[in-house]
């Protein structure tokens, strides 16, 4: 796949405009754009052929000035220091937009998990904790799942954590349950954008029911939001990951698709469905695009050929600048990552709420919570971009950029 500007660099973009709208001078725009701690690490660890390697690990803590730092842990191949950092500070706009007690933070190590057995990630997993231990915690950051880390990961990490610092479940969310973790995170980022979507179908009039999706990505994000989608009557006709496409234009098969990817691996040669070349399924006659994969995918080059009417972002930074304007400009509405993939962050935040308080909550409390602070966050995206005549994603930021300002002037600095 080939991928467009950086999330910095977009990042960059949409928090100029926003300061620029806002009348904040350069030093806000320069205080923002800037992260408050970068870590590198080289992790060494001994593969199971008995050879040395070595990785490069990141965590970059954006802003805490609304609260502790808090964002994902990537693995993947493609993990820089660049990319840490714009995920680092969209993490700042996103718990500000949905107006949890948290800031912003990313981390990563580059590696491809998929080459790696169980017993190296552990590995890697843990000295990476070691490396890092005194920056992150419970009040500090608190890492969560992203690309390629999954709750087994969060388990390792809160173990080696605690080996440390005694029982601290708070310092890292997305744990198994039994460690701790909180019911409903699993689904809670796809879970959440069919909350969005259902938001933004009321007021656009834009009815889900019957309406046609296709999804770029088919991991934690990608299939809970196909599983919403479902459950809110449309029709998901696309779904891809890493290395197959398909296509079934009366709906694809969720749960055949699901058992081919867990047997063998991959999405294609299910009876019935098409398979489509790496990147097509972007392209496809839908109503909703959802990218819910990795940054930059929709990009200057390939946003003309975007047939859908709406695209929500469930990855991070998937629509470049240049595309964001572009399609906009075609009449194509964006629904920004910092509202449309927030579901998970917030569910995180529960998940610290309930381990700091030594409580559990019920599904049905966790669910209902999210959809409050969900739709609540919506609705002010779609009256302030109404008031001013905003994108959506210009509205969000307005939004967030304005929160974190308070809380600095707030702060005296
Ligand atoms: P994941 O590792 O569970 O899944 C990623 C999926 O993307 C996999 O199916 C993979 O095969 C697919 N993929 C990778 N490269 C692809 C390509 N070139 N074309 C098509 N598919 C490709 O990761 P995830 O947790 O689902 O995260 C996906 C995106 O959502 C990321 O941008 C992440 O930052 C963002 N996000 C995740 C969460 C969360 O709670 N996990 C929260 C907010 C945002």
Excluded at 122 to 137: A, P, S
Aim: proline share 4%; net charge negative.
């Amino acid at each position: 796949m080939t991928t467009g500007n950086t999330t910095q660099s977009a990042y960059e973009t949409f928090l100029n405009a926003a300061c620029d709208r806002l009348g904040y001078g350069k030093s806000t725009i320069s205080l923002l754009s800037l992260a408050a701690l970068e870590m590198k690490v080289e992790i060494p660890i001994i593969r199971d052929n008995g050879e040395l390697a070595v990785f490069s690990g990141y965590r970059v803590q954006h802003q805490n000035v609304r609260g502790p730092c808090k964002g994902g842990l990537r693995y993947h191949p493609d993990v820089d220091i660049d990319e840490v950092r714009g995920l680092a500070s969209l993490m700042t706009m996103k718990t500000a937009l949905v107006n949890i007690p948290l800031g912003g933070g990313k981390g990563g190590i580059c590696c491809n998990p998929r080459e790696l057995s169980t017993r190296e990630l552990e590995v890697l997993t843990r000295k990476f904790v070691k490396r890092i231990h005194r920056e992150i915690g419970p009040n500090s950051d608190i890492m969560a799942p992203d690309v390629g880390t999954n709750a087994q990961v969060m388990g390792w990490i809160h173990s080696e954590y605690s080996a440390i610092y005694g029982h601290s479940p708070a310092a890292v969310t997305g744990k198994p349950l039994a460690l701790g973790g909180s019911a409903g995170r699993d689904k809670a980022t796809g879970y959440g954008i069919g909350i969005v979507m259902k938001a933004y179908a009321e007021r656009y009039d834009a009815p889900l029911k019957g309406a046609t999706v296709a999804i770029q990505g088919f991991g934690n994000v990608g299939f809970h939001a196909a599983k919403a989608f479902v459950d809110l009557g449309m029709k998901v006709v696309a779904v891809s990951d890493a290395r197959s496409a398909v296509y079934r234009e009366g709906g694809v098969d969720l749960s055949a698709l699901a058992k081919q990817k867990s047997e063998r691996g991959l999405l294609a040669d299910v009876e019935g469905h098409e398979t489509l070349e790496a990147g097509r399924e972007l392209e496809v006659e839908c109503d909703y695009l959802v990218p819910a994969a990795l940054g930059g995918v929709i990009t200057a080059e390939n946003a003309p050929r975007i047939k859908a009417s709406t695209v929500v972002e469930g990855a991070n930074g998937p629509v470049t600048s240049d595309a964001d304007r572009l399609l906009t400009d075609r009449g194509v509405r964006v629904v920004p990552d910092i509202l449309a993939n927030s579901g998970g962050v917030v569910v995180s935040y529960f998940e610290w709420v309930q381990n700091l308080q030594r409580v559990v909550w019920p599904l049905d409390r966790v669910d209902n919570e999210l959809a409050r602070i969900l739709d609540n966050a919506a609705q002010q995206v779609f009256n302030h971009a109404a008031q001013k005549d905003l994108d959506l994603r210009s509205a969000a930021f307005d939004i967030a950029v304005s929160r974190v300002k308070e809380a600095l002037d707030a702060t005296g600095i």
